[in-house]
């Protein structure tokens, strides 16, 4: 209902200039000449209220334009006086009687002075060193030319009084007409009002305030001159009053009443009633007004009009123009927006007028001490009709530009702060400083100086801009200026207070295409993602021998689809944002803005849920790997005897434990080993963006240079660009690493993976790792020389012995160099692998000292337990249990696409010849990719939080080291107890 009742107010409301469209050509005084209407010729003048000629009311023989520079209104010609003259074109002229010329006053016709004739010119001739008189000393006409008689003390006459310096009688200038009634000019005080004296009693009317943020407060001026303005308008048509009563309403935030007709009780209603009468040219356009049963703001700002074409290359530019008028209705004429005129903050001109270049998010703010607002030549109080200029058929057009404030209150409601257009009052006229009129004066010191308690000010403007995406050839709707008005107390800013002002400058567009393809995007590839989750479950149920959907399945099935649907919505954000950085900055004809709303709200909570699916990703893989079962399987044979036992059994020699501890201690060292250095990743990055200057490229304007000058104006940086940039930036010296290090260092340097399996065949240890219960990869070790314990000589004497070939190859079926391998394994090893884990681990569950073990040492119990793990998983290896057997063969290729096995291994396990190194997935070095993008989102999220680059690089370095440290921990941890290996020997 409210909204029905907006429309129709504002219908009532704005006829304020009949046939006023929503561009007018672009015209100046200059452009004003003559006009032929009926056969007669007519002078124009410049019209400041419509911007437009506009003729005389009589022809050419009676007015002409003013050729004053700051004259915009008509002027008797020589030889006629003035009839009425209320400005503008309201002005009738009369011809004076033959032999007699208009007066100095111009009200009356006078003869010339005795001994002067009247010439061709309409003028007196000259009087030599006497002076013309038109009036005697009382100030009565002298009806015929005499000379002076002398001074007299005279009574004046009617309808005149004295002067200023008390030497003369003068016409009375505040009076609108002859009246007898009216001695000495003396005013009933019933019909004087703001100066001016009228012919009837004027009705009091009660407006006397102006409105704050949250109240009312009393002003002298709109007292004073509120009754004059309106009725000098309302009657007179007079051309200052309408200005005045005009900018009154503005003052007042646009405050107005429904109703028909509304209450005399504000001046946006004096207005309205006025409207309601009919029309009247000399009253301002205020209010936007559209036609019977439509929503105004949402027809006013899908205007297609304007029929610009804006361009990047080359560069385009807001073409604002302003109509500037004082308090007092004067025209000042019509300017440019640049130079900051539209901005409360001080700048370079550089810098100010960059909020016009079309495509630059603009956005200024500063600090201005409070009491600078009350210097009146700094802050003048003008007041702004703003406009557009474009050209339309070839022909310059002024287009004028909705105003929306902020302030404005309508039926007890802030109606242009809801965020749908729908109920939004657009307006045209707007203020900056208020620093005349709000309140009644107060007196300061003893100086007698007198200053508004309050001043008033525009604290936020905000211009936004919005693309034709229908057309897409550059073409704009009608850009908006929203305003919020705050103010400032006089004893306030003598205390020392400040202001904030902002200006800013957005730009958007229509995003419904967008959001049906992002919506397509997150829809199809999610649905993808998760049935891929599935996959991955089903996979990891098989291989860890689960035979039905239970509680760990489900968890597994999360985190999964954590990972999955990270990568999923990394994907999508980081080609929406670079997409935009690339197609924004390189675009001619503009057609695509930046996402802003509920669409960047939406990017921006799919990146957020990247990072956060990617760290339940990355948390899931530590714990995975701090949990694996792993075991040294030791081939070494003792050597000899060293006598008999008690029992009579022979004493063997014992094997060295020491190849188990240095090969435990080479796999705790690579367990985060990864394929990037990330201390030269974090420098590289941070290095291309802050120093080298990469992200200057994120700027929200159409300049993708790296290098900027300092003295320009930088727009604001866009989230999505800083993503995009440093996502990509981040990647990048990723791959570039990944490729030295792949191609060059491993190749030719160090390789500490498959170094680390050379170092298990020297040691003669193999490395047996269950990844899930039944699913895992052997590292075969087992030495070529048959012994690995022994002293430096014999070693290299083995080594060269294998360098010419003299001794068997390493892999675990003969003849072969096959090393590593992808287990199945049958349930009955698990079974029997948890069965001789399972007594250690109730033995360490057991309160209270446990015998032969020591802090951080191993017990007796463990000791055993590893011999046992140890001759088992050896004897399963060599095919020495009739019940626990294996087969050696190679994935098919199905088999390696879809990272499965097809075969059943409950009863017989499968050995998978591995063309690479499998193992690493239980490594940090099998995982660079989850860790990369980990890396890379940690990254950008801080960012995000900080923009700020190094910090970022500082930070993401401090988190990845912890994980490291966490990782580094737990994997330690899981060793010494899966391996039985001595904690204290894991350096």
Not at 241 to 249: D, M, V, Y
Not at 323 to 351: H, I, M, P
Not at 602 to 625: D, I, N, P
Request: glycine residues 6%.
């Amino acid at each position: 209902m409210m909204a029905v009742e907006v429309v129709w107010c504002i219908l009532l409301y704005v006829p304020f200039v009949f046939g006023q469209t929503q561009f007018i050509p672009y015209i100046t005084k200059a452009d004003c000449g003559q006009v032929t209407i009926g056969g007669q010729v007519f002078n124009q003048y410049f019209d400041p209220v419509k911007l437009e000629c506009v003729p005389c009311k009589q022809e050419e023989s009676f007015q002409i334009a003013s050729s004053e520079e700051q004259d915009y209104f008509c002027v008797c010609q020589t030889g006629y006086k003035y009839v009425t003259d209320f400005g503008g074109s309201n002005i009738m002229c009369e011809k004076c009687p033959p032999q007699q010329i208009r007066s100095e006053d111009g009200w009356n016709c006078v003869s010339c002075q005795t001994g002067t004739s009247l010439n061709g010119t309409q003028i007196c001739g000259s009087c030599g060193e006497k002076v013309p008189v038109e009036r005697e000393i009382n100030g009565a006409l002298i009806s015929t030319a005499g000379n002076y008689r002398g001074r007299e003390c005279q009574t004046c006459a009617d309808n005149t009084t004295l002067n200023d310096r008390g030497d003369r009688c003068v016409r009375c200038t505040e009076i609108l007409k002859i009246d007898p009634t009216l001695k000495n000019c003396r005013c009933p005080i019933e019909r004087l009002s703001g100066g001016v004296c009228f012919d009837t009693a004027v009705s009091s009317l009660s407006i006397n305030t102006v409105p704050l943020t949250n109240e009312q407060v009393e002003s002298t001026y709109v007292k004073a001159h509120v009754q004059a303005a309106y009725l000098m308008c309302e009657k007179h048509e007079n051309r200052t009053a309408c200005q005045i009563l005009s900018n009154l309403c503005v003052l007042s935030w646009y405050n107005f009443d429904t109703g028909n007709p509304p209450p005399p009780s504000k001046t946006c209603n004096l207005q309205r009633i006025i409207s309601d009468q009919g029309q009247n040219e000399y009253l301002p356009w205020l209010f936007f007004k559209i036609g019977p049963n439509t929503q105004v703001a949402d027809r006013v700002l899908d205007d297609d009009k304007l029929s610009t074409e804006f361009t990047f290359s080359p560069a385009s530019f807001l073409e604002y123009r302003v109509a500037r008028y004082l308090l007092n209705g004067t025209f000042l004429g019509v300017s440019t927006a640049k130079g900051g005129r539209l901005q409360l903050c001080s700048d370079t001109t550089s810098r100010l007028d960059a909020a016009y270049t079309f495509g630059t998010y603009y956005e200024q703010t500063c600090s201005i001490p409070a009491l600078e607002l009350w210097d009146t030549k700094k802050y003048p109080m003008e007041f702004y009709d703003l406009y557009i200029e474009f050209t339309r058929n070839g022909v310059q057009q002024l287009y004028a530009a909705p105003v929306k404030i902020n302030n404005l209150v309508h039926e007890g409601d802030k109606v242009n702060t809801e965020s749908s257009t729908r109920n939004w009052i657009l307006t045209r006229r707007f203020f900056l400083v208020d620093n005349v009129v709000t309140t009644g004066p107060e007196t300061s010191g003893a100086t007698g100086n007198s200053y508004p308690q309050y001043v008033r000010y525009a604290k936020d403007i905000e211009i936004s801009v919005t693309l034709d995406s229908t057309l897409g050839n550059g073409r704009i709707f009608p850009p908006v200026m929203s305003i919020t008005y705050s103010e400032v107390s006089r004893a306030n800013a003598v205390a020392g207070a400040t202001i904030n002002p902002t200006f800013k400058v957005k730009y958007s567009m229509g995003l419904d295409a967008y959001r049906k393809d992002f919506q397509i995007a997150v829809g199809t590839l999610s649905t993808l993602g998760v049935i891929y989750a599935g996959y991955k479950t089903w996979v990891w149920s098989k291989r860890a021998g689960r035979l039905a959907i239970d509680f760990a399945a489900i968890v597994n099935f999360i985190f999964f689809c954590s990972g999955v649907l990270s990568n999923v919505f990394f994907v999508i954000t980081f080609g929406i944002a670079f997409y935009f950085l690339i197609f924004y900055k390189r675009q001619n004809v503009v057609y695509l803005f930046l996402l802003d709303g509920i669409y960047y709200e939406e990017w921006l909570g799919l990146f957020g849920s990247a990072f956060a699916l990617k760290c339940l990703q990355v948390a899931h893989m530590v714990t995975s790997q701090c949990t694996v079962d792993i075991f040294f399987i030791d081939w070494e044979k003792p050597k000899g005897t060293l006598g008999i036992k008690s029992d009579g059994s022979k004493k063997e020699n014992p094997v060295s434990i020491w190849r188990t501890y240095f090969a435990a201690n080479e796999w705790n060292e690579i367990q985060t080993c990864r394929k990037i250095n990330h201390i030269f990743q974090i420098f590289a990055v941070v290095f291309f963006l802050n120093y080298v200057g990469f992200e200057n490229t994120a700027t929200k304007d159409p300049n993708g240079q790296v290098v900027k000058s300092t003295s320009d104006y930088q727009a604001p940086y866009d989230p999505m660009f800083r993503y995009a940039i440093g996502a990509l930036v981040y990647l990048l010296v990723a791959f570039v690493q990944w490729l030295f290090f792949t191609l060059i260092y491993e190749r030719f340097f160090e390789d500490k993976i498959r170094d680390f399996v050379d170092l298990c065949s020297m040691a003669n240890i193999s490395v047996f790792i269950m990844h899930h219960a039944q699913y895992g990869y052997y590292i075969h070790g087992r030495s070529v020389y048959g012994k690995a314990d022994t002293n430096m000589k014999e070693m290299f004497e083995m080594m060269k012995k294998e360098e010419k070939d003299l001794v068997g190859q390493r892999g675990l079926l003969p003849n072969t160099e096959q090393q590593t391998f992808v287990m199945t394994l049958p349930r009955k090893l698990r079974l029997k692998y948890e069965e001789v884990l399972l007594t250690v681990a109730l033995e360490g569950a057991g309160g209270g000292p446990q015998a032969g073990k020591e802090k951080g040492g191993i017990s007796d119990k463990q000791v055993e337990s590893y011999n046992i793990i140890n001759r088992f998983l050896s004897t399963f290896i060599d095919h020495s249990l009739k019940s626990l057997d294996y087969q050696v063969r190679d994935k098919t290729l199905l088999e390696s696409i879809m990272d499965t096995e097809f075969l059943d291994a409950s009863e017989k396990g499968y050995f998978y010849n591995d063309n690479g190194h499998s193992f690493d997935q239980c490594l940090f070095y099998g995982n660079e990719i989850t860790l990369l993008l980990f890396d890379t989102l940690l990254f950008c999220i801080i960012d995000l939080i900080a923009t700020n680059f190094v910090l970022s690089g500082i930070l993401t370095y401090i988190i990845i080291e912890l994980v490291a440290l966490l990782r580094d921990h737990g994997g330690r941890k899981n060793l010494a107890k899966k391996t039985l290996v001595d904690e204290r020997f894991l350096i």
